[in-house]
């Protein structure tokens, strides 16, 4: 799953990994279309705080940091729904047009071809991540990253969450607290070496959620199939891929409802260190997810289990 420029060419080259059907104006221009919507989200919203505020030709940061969360978050919902749709059509599709058996039937080795129609499917998501990168280089000046550079427990989880530890609620809900009374940072290099990472860690998620569609996709034989995947992989990616957000919830309860005291560094270091075990599991599942989709093609799209 992690491999050179000219190796995933090379899987996109072979023939049949392009998904079936027309290519119209949206397979072509997907990643530029959903930046340019969420550009126009972020624009939207620095006017309307900017207006509020009574001064629309007076921006200041916080009406820019508004903006650009709201553009995170509108590019956080798309990357969600738009790829889940496109890797569980990826092999579905070809059960819709009852070309699955034609396909296996064509010569060649189908790994590579199984390779290279989760990178056709991958492909625009990845063109798009490329689109919002200069909403990352902003978040690189948000408040919240102020104390974010000692080596306490609180402000190690606070450097976590911002690097992609956290992808519910308590990464970004933080992230709309943009703090009137306190401007933009100037942009340091270990603020920006956060959020390169939290780019990288998104990118890894979308990757991630496309390999375990795909998988699934090549699984599934009916409409019943295809709708129940639609909710439960979004449901595994929430669960079983956050237990570093489930391990804060619980540490939270704990705190609030049952009155357990413990240190606010014992807490974060805790925290800090299932973000990072939370990352290298959700690698490791990808990474399954595509070997056994790419290993197991011809088994899997005729219905078979695997080795029989």
């Known amino acids: 799953m992690f491999m050179t420029f000219e190796s995933i060419r090379a899987y ?31 624009l939207a919203a620095l006017v309307f705080r900017a207006y509020r505020r009574g001064s629309l030709f007076d921006l200041d940061g916080n009406d820019l940091m508004c903006g650009v969360v709201a553009a995170y978050w509108a590019a956080a919902m798309l990357l969600v729904v738009l790829p889940l749709g496109a890797s569980l059509s990826a092999w579905h599709r070809e059960h819709a047009l009852g070309t699955t058996e034609a396909l296996l ?3 060649g080795w189908h790994l590579l071809l199984a ?23 902003v978040l ?20 976590c969450v911002f690097a992609g530890g956290s992808k ?43 390999a375990i569609g795909c998988h699934a996709s090549a699984r599934i034989r009916s409409p019943g199939g295809f709708l129940t995947a639609c909710i439960l992989v979004p449901l595994f990616m929430a669960t079983a891929l956050c237990p ?6 619980i540490l939270i309860f704990a705190h609030e409802a049952l009155h357990l005291r413990v240190s606010e560094d014992v807490v974060g270091w805790i925290y800090a260190a299932a973000s990072v075990l939370a990352w290298v599991w959700t690698a490791y599942v990808g990474r399954l997810a595509y070997r056994r989709m790419a290993g197991n093609i ?6 078979e289990k695997p080795g029989s």
Do not use: N
């Open 168 to 210: 519910g609620i308590l990464s970004w809900g933080l992230s709309l607290v943009w703090f009137r009374s306190r401007p933009m940072l100037d942009l340091s290099a270990f603020h920006l070496f956060l959020v390169v990472i939290r780019w990288a860690c998104d990118l890894g998620s979308v990757l991630v959620l496309v």
């Open 105 to 107: 039937l064509t010569p």
């Open 12 to 42: 996109m080259s072979v023939p049949l990994a392009r998904p079936p059907g027309r290519r119209g104006a949206w397979a072509r221009f997907a990643p530029e279309i959903c930046a340019a919507a969420v550009y126009g989200v972020g």
């Open 298 to 303: 011809d088994d899997y799209l005729m219905g």
């Open 115 to 137: 390779r290279g129609r989760y990178w056709h499917t991958a492909w625009p998501w990845v063109r798009l991540m490329l689109w919002l990168a200069p909403l990352y280089l």
């Open 244 to 249: 570093q957000d489930w391990l804060a919830g």
């Open 140 to 159: 690189a000046g948000h408040p919240l990253l102020k104390e974010a550079h000692h080596w306490s427990g609180t402000d190690a989880a606070l450097a």
